[in-house]
């Protein structure tokens, strides 16, 4: 009878601190090495359905919306305020088909062209080189160019770099200053095709290893002040990675500043759910698919360790999301996508995911900023809404170019049927005043969680924060509820003795700082 007790008691015991288990995170606060550069947050923007056309530009002769030179005004601030550090255009696929003098010189004379990729409209070359680059100024963002590799030319290439950057007597230089614009732009990204496996060309990898080496061989002018321009290779989709070590292994690496890679959180490319009406079942294969994000730049930055032990080459995650079925009635090649509570938990997870790796992954672009997969802004005519998304990433914006804090997590699991994921996603770094912020999403639709985190080498004595969420997770913004889901003060925080504990709600991001 004793021994039996002894075991009902031990079972008991495992039983309860199962049931029970206490989320726990250790915080190092004197442990900060790597910076967590502000160029992962940044974003893609693709002559692709309403990203462009309707969504930044509405034309010059628009009464209706308040703009500049045609690019909406209430958009920019917006994005102003979110503080997005560099923005990718003119795609994705898109920039293979690009012709990119066929959109500079008077708008009257730019020839028509078919969007072969994204719905067989016509492209009339309206929005072109000095929009984009004019309005990137306007925000107060770096523009990256994407280059026409798949369908164009060395020399055009090698002539876009020289008629934006080139300040001196040269053809493309004189054709700028013809077109309206003396002073170059100063544009240090650029893009050496895009998906070069897939829409891209669908090339070989050793085969588009030498197309590189063609092409930035004549793109090594300098900008500014003989600072180098910083050439990111079209990279991997997901887990090829013999594409990444090929790459690493045939590109010399005095040529190579970036490698690019794409992973999107797509159930099925076939079937990929709805964007709002999903399952928990959708729900939970979405998230499995966002947190295989920490696995893949794992992988592939191992790979170039290999290559690049002094980490001189970033990785660049230029295409990242949830991609979901169209909005039923809406344009399928348009990939217009509601935004929900799933998304705001995607994004925050994932941030934080490239927080832990940042010392390789030096830049990132989710897809895409308005009206197209994962936007952070909804236009429909003069209405404008924010999205569950762009309130995550402006909640973030205290990590760009702060230090990254090492954290150990040690999380409850979110459970559906037989299967598990982590039920919280935790970042922490420490800014240039001093201030510790700390990023933790709950990703469990059912359950709060409840998180103790020791911290170590912070001297604070209080804690602040905000909090994004709502009641379910299929909850979203409209234009008549453009304020449905929106950041709040949060007071679930308190510090005591260097131990902060915190009580998250399901499906919510919460970021505190301590002071």
């Known amino acids: 009878?004793?021994?039996?007790?002894?075991?009902?008691?031990?079972?008991?015991?495992?039983?309860?601190?199962?049931?029970?288990?206490?989320?726990?995170?250790?915080?190092?606060?004197?442990?900060?090495?790597?910076?967590?550069?502000?160029?992962?947050?940044?974003?893609?923007?693709?002559?692709?359905?309403?990203?462009?056309?309707?969504?930044?530009?509405?034309?010059?002769?628009?009464?209706?919306?308040?703009?500049?030179?045609?690019?909406?005004?209430?958009?920019?601030?917006?994005?102003?305020?979110?503080?997005?550090?560099?923005?990718?255009?003119?795609?994705?696929?898109?920039?293979?088909?690009?012709?990119?003098?066929?959109?500079?010189?008077?708008?009257?004379?730019?020839?028509?062209?078919?969007?072969v990729w994204w719905g067989n409209v016509t492209e009339d070359n309206s929005f072109g080189t000095h929009d984009f680059l004019n309005m990137c100024e306007l925000i107060g963002t770096e523009p990256y160019l994407a280059g026409n590799v798949g369908s164009g030319t060395v020399k055009d290439l090698a002539d876009w770099v020289q008629y934006v950057n080139f300040k001196g007597v040269s053809p493309m230089s004189d054709l700028r200053a013809k077109n309206g614009r003396e002073n170059p732009w100063k544009v240090r990204y650029w893009g050496v095709g895009n998906e070069a496996w897939g829409c891209g060309g669908n090339m070989k990898p050793?085969?588009?290893?030498?197309?590189?080496?063609?092409?930035?061989?004549?793109?090594?002018?300098?900008?500014?002040?003989?600072?180098?321009?910083?050439?990111?290779?079209?990279?991997?989709?997901?887990?090829?990675?013999?594409?990444?070590?090929?790459?690493?292994?045939?590109?010399?690496?005095?040529?190579l500043e970036g490698i690019a890679m794409h992973h999107y959180s797509v159930i099925d490319w076939k079937q990929k759910g709805p964007s709002t009406t999903f399952t928990e079942e959708l729900y939970f294969k979405t998230m499995k698919e966002a947190l295989l994000m920490d696995e893949l730049v794992k992988r592939h930055s191992t790979i170039m360790d290999k290559y690049d032990p002094a980490k001189k080459v970033a990785l660049v995650v230029d295409e990242w999301g949830g991609w979901y079925d169209v909005e039923p009635g809406t344009n399928p090649g348009f990939l217009f996508q509601q935004n929900t509570m799933r998304d705001a938990v995607l994004a925050g997870a994932t941030l934080n995911i490239f927080h832990k790796y940042c010392e390789r992954v030096r830049m990132a672009n989710l897809a895409q900023v308005v009206n197209v997969?994962?936007?952070?802004?909804?236009?429909?005519?003069?209405?404008?809404?924010?999205?569950?998304?762009?309130?995550?990433?402006?909640?973030?914006?205290?990590?760009?170019?702060a230090t990254m804090l090492p954290v150990e997590v040690q999380s409850n699991d979110y459970t559906f049927g037989n299967e598990k994921l982590p039920a919280i996603s935790v970042s922490a770094s420490r800014d240039k005043n001093g201030a510790v912020h700390v990023s933790l999403v709950n990703i469990d639709p059912n359950k709060a969680q409840e998180i103790t985190i020791n911290v170590t080498g912070v001297n604070a004595s209080g804690v602040t924060g905000r909090i994004l969420t709502s009641t379910k997770v299929q909850d979203y913004n409209t234009f008549e509820n453009p304020s449905k889901i929106q950041p709040a003060t949060f007071s679930g925080a308190s510090l005591k003795n260097n131990t902060l504990t915190v009580k998250l709600p399901p499906v919510a991001v919460v970021v505190l700082e301590l002071k």
């Open 1 to 115: 009878m004793k021994h039996l007790l002894t075991i009902l008691c031990g079972i008991f015991l495992f039983v309860s601190s199962t049931v029970f288990a206490q989320n726990k995170v250790t915080l190092s606060g004197d442990l900060g090495k790597h910076t967590i550069n502000k160029h992962i947050y940044g974003h893609f923007a693709e002559h692709l359905g309403k990203c462009i056309y309707g969504g930044f530009y509405v034309g010059e002769n628009n009464t209706k919306i308040p703009n500049k030179d045609g690019v909406r005004m209430d958009v920019v601030n917006a994005l102003k305020k979110m503080k997005i550090p560099n923005l990718r255009w003119p795609g994705g696929c898109f920039a293979d088909t690009y012709q990119w003098k066929d959109g500079i010189g008077p708008k009257a004379n730019r020839p028509k062209i078919v969007n």
């Open 206 to 255: 050793d085969y588009y290893a030498n197309i590189y080496r063609q092409y930035a061989t004549f793109m090594n002018a300098s900008f500014e002040n003989n600072e180098r321009l910083f050439r990111i290779a079209s990279g991997a989709s997901d887990n090829d990675y013999n594409w990444t070590e090929t790459l690493m292994r045939e590109i010399p690496h005095n040529m």
């Open 373 to 401: 997969l994962q936007s952070v802004i909804l236009t429909n005519e003069e209405k404008m809404i924010l999205t569950p998304t762009y309130h995550v990433l402006e909640m973030y914006n205290v990590h760009q170019d």
